[in-house]
């Protein structure tokens, strides 16, 4: 069973950075899509960012890019993402997913796995 516990979350002002961890466990992840969604109240899930755990290719969606990068500690089975150059509209509830594919999935539907997601406040 697929075990995703996210951690790093918190309350930053507006221009600060925080790095959000995602541990997974339970499965060998060589050939998943392992991505970070955010929710705000009242908005739908989004797509932020995504990495291919065995090649290590990465997209993102463009109102991040430049400021969140998404990276992957393979001896640790650690998904990461620095935020930098944080804004008052990045204040959500930031979820980490995993979904068996050969290429990165922008789309929530698509991911099985879910993690409890760990909140982020930007203060302005």
């Known amino acids: 069973q697929v075990q995703l516990v996210e951690s790093g979350g918190g309350l930053v002002q507006a221009g600060g950075s925080l790095r959000l961890s995602c541990v997974a466990s339970g499965r060998t992840f060589n050939s998943y899509s392992m991505g970070w969604f955010r929710q705000a109240p009242g908005k739908e899930r989004e797509f932020v960012a995504v990495i291919n755990w065995r090649t290590g290719n990465t997209d993102s969606a463009d109102i991040v890019k430049g400021r969140f990068t998404i990276t992957r500690d393979n001896a640790k089975n650690t998904l990461y993402l620095q935020m930098n150059n944080l804004k008052p509209e990045d204040t959500a509830l930031y979820y980490c997913?995993?979904?068996?594919?050969?290429?990165?999935?922008?789309?929530?539907?698509?991911?099985?796995?879910w993690g409890q997601g760990t909140q982020v406040t930007v203060s302005s």
């Open positions: 997913a995993a979904q068996a594919a050969w290429y990165n999935l922008r789309t929530q539907y698509e991911y099985a796995y």
